[in-house]
């Protein structure tokens, strides 16, 4: 890592275990329907929630006509995906709202921090700046990152509801790079989970990138990352 000055880390599944933080929003979200949830549940929710965005990072995705700005694409894709997914139970979309209200309100409260994660931030914080670079509300990526006691070693946290642009498009590492302090892309370097969206996003912004491979999943996409690692602690043997 020596011869990067910045790090931009992603949070859901490189940091945090982001399944562990959902399911607990699901299930507590089922039982206010007052409708038993399973494992099963969850992972149909899973499945639904990785489809639905992948829609719209494959350009697929149809907005209503009224949909103009980026910030309302932003916001109508997070409560829409509700309305979709519930939709069985006749709810309006202004409770669609409300539901991700609630779920990303719940989204801090059972956070297990990746194995390593504090122990590689704490290490790498002493000699560069750190960076969360997240899709979703900022809101919810602060009381995450507080609640994995993962804060004393960040310097910013940049999510994409507060800029309009997600990654791996380049408004968003614009925006991050307005709020950095390191402003040369040679020097950075971005690790994540996601192919399409991290190593994807470094590629499109000149900037390396590392891939959390954690569970050795074949890459067949094409989108090539500067390293792989499977466990967070190799980014301080590098």
């Known amino acids: 890592m020596q011869k990067y000055e910045a790090i931009l880390f992603d949070l859901d599944d490189t940091l945090i275990d982001n399944d562990e933080s959902c399911k607990y929003a699901i299930f507590d979200i089922y039982k206010n329907f007052n409708i ?44 829409n995906r509700f309305y979709e997914f519930f939709k069985e139970f006749n709810i309006t979309h202004e409770q669609a709202e409300k539901l991700n209200n609630y779920y990303v309100s719940l989204l801090h409260k059972n956070i297990i921090p990746i194995d390593g994660a504090n122990e590689v931030l704490s290490e790498l914080s002493k000699n560069h700046e ?22 004393p070693y960040i310097d910013k946290i940049v999510a994409s509801g507060e800029c309009g642009f ?9 925006y991050v790079i307005s709020k950095m302090n390191t402003k040369d892309r040679h020097k950075m370097l971005i690790i994540g989970d996601s192919l399409k969206s991290d190593i994807l996003g470094g590629i499109y912004n000149g900037i390396d990138s590392c891939w959390f491979n954690p569970h050795q ?22």
């Open 36 to 79: 038993p949830c399973c494992d099963d549940t969850f992972q149909k929710w899973k499945q639904f929630d990785i489809d639905y965005w992948l829609e719209w990072e494959n350009g697929t995705f149809i907005f209503p006509s009224w949909v103009n700005s980026q910030h309302q694409k932003i916001d109508f894709l997070r409560y």
């Open 130 to 151: 750190m960076i969360i670079s997240t899709n979703g509300p900022k809101e919810a990526a602060f009381k995450k990152v507080k609640a994995a006691n993962l804060h």
């Open 166 to 174: 997600s990654k791996p498009m380049p408004g968003f590492f614009r």
């Open 217 to 238: 999943k074949e890459n067949t996409i094409g989108i090539d990352p500067t390293y792989e690692i499977i466990h967070l602690k190799q980014l301080i043997k590098k």
